[in-house]
């Protein structure tokens, strides 16, 4: 069995290698990720700009490959160029930071990883981890992060995965681990409101033209039962059953079309 790896905090980072070393008693595992940081990017595809692929070698002295664009363009150019076969499993993370809500799932450069993949049918793994610290959630390549716990719940859900693949109608799993764990159970939650709030800050250039940051507070406001409650108030790992169709009710809408 086979494994795709991706994320997007670069290929050099260091939760890939956990996600990485994580499977590989599992199964054989190929790293495709971007070269660069890309958090926030999303589902984005790289249309206008070539890409190239560099051979890398990880600190483990593994071989993996880094693209010079998105996660998305790293997932297809894994299935497309590098892969011979569909693999049986992708796993895209262990992000650092947690990727919880309805607002900001669709920006996440991990789940827009994970979606890329899933879109093809591959049973597909989105792993985040809570950290506290700000500093380094934007980081590229390695950091001080134990990824210890995360590994070990993502072994167990990997293991499930590759055995039984996917329930009729899931997609795609979001699991985010807590930093200060209480259990090794996973907490089955929907998805809450939101992952931040917005902040914008205005500042001027030298010539005194206006230009603006885009940034954010932690939301706060959970819901009980929410992945952002169970995760952040209950400290539990939580995991989230996702589908790509986003379709609404046919018959409601058509009812509301009727005058």
């Known amino acids: 069995m086979k494994a795709l790896i991706s994320n997007d905090d670069s290929v050099t980072a260091s939760g890939i290698l956990a996600a990485k070393n994580a499977v590989k008693d599992l199964c054989d595992t190929v790293v495709v990720a971007p070269e660069t940081q890309q958090s926030g990017i999303g589902h984005a595809l790289t249309l206008y700009e070539p890409l190239r692929v560099n051979e890398r070698i990880l600190k483990d002295g593994s071989k993996a490959y ?77 950091i001080d992060v134990d990824f210890e716990f995360a590994k070990k719940m993502l072994n167990k859900i990997a293991k499930i995965v590759l055995k039984k693949g996917l329930p ?57 039962g929410s992945d952002g409650y169970e995760l952040k108030i209950k400290q539990k790992t939580t995991i989230t059953p996702l589908k790509i169709d986003l379709t609404g009710d046919l018959k409601e809408f058509k009812d509301f079309l009727e005058i």
């Open 66 to 142: 880094g693209v010079n664009g998105t996660p998305t363009d790293a997932v297809t150019i894994g299935l497309f160029e590098v892969l011979d076969e569909k693999p049986d499993l992708m796993i895209s993370g262990i992000n650092t930071g947690y990727n919880i809500g309805q607002a900001e799932l669709t920006t996440s450069g991990t789940v827009g990883a994970a979606i890329e993949a899933a879109s093809f049918g591959i049973p597909t793994i989105a792993i985040s981890q809570e950290v506290t610290r700000d500093d380094i959630k934007f980081e590229s390549g390695e």
């Open 168 to 224: 009729e109608g899931i997609d795609l799993l979001n699991v985010n681990i807590p930093e200060k764990p209480i259990d090794d159970e996973f907490e089955v939650v929907h998805l809450g409101k939101r992952m931040y709030v917005p902040v914008i800050e205005t500042r001027a250039d030298p010539r005194g033209r206006p230009y603006y940051w885009i940034g954010g507070e932690p939301y706060s406001e959970y819901e009980e």
